[in-house]
């Protein structure tokens, strides 16, 4: 038997290992909170489209101003705070209602570099 045979990885594999499992990991805990965020919209915007349908009377489908306002109480229901209402469309046609929500989201990674995603939903409201 030769001695010389190679039994286990030595440490600099070991610390390659730890590096790349740690980028990993630090990737995944700023990117996670930008996908919470966007669930926690379309949870929003999901509340609003059932409210209208259900025939709310605070939320009238045919009035942005309704829809904003309905919205914007959605937001800090679900922790919402970085959105405006820029981010946000309302079109009328043919007696739907589409809300649409369209934004960037950025998160500080390392020293001048972020990470960032950009995020579009849609919901219709048949009323």
Not at 19 to 25: G, L, P, Q, R
Not at 106 to 124: E, L, T
Request: aromatic share 12%; glycine share 6%; hydrophobic share 40%.
């Amino acid at each position: 038997m030769n001695h010389r045979q190679q039994n286990g990885m030595t440490t600099l594999g070991w610390i390659i290992v730890i590096a790349i499992f740690s980028f990993i990991v630090v990737t995944g805990f700023k990117i996670l909170p930008l996908y919470l965020d966007f669930m926690n919209v379309k949870n929003a915007m999901q509340a609003v489209e059932r409210r209208a349908e259900e025939g709310d009377s605070k939320v009238d489908p045919r009035s942005k101003r309704d829809l904003w306002v309905s919205l914007a109480n959605q937001l800090k229901i679900n922790s919402v705070y970085g959105l405006k209402k820029e981010n946000f469309k309302f079109k009328r046609k043919d007696g739907v209602t589409t809300i649409t929500v369209d934004y960037e989201a950025r998160k500080p990674y390392f020293d001048r570099m972020f990470i960032g995603a950009h995020f579009v939903y849609s919901v219709d409201i048949n009323k």
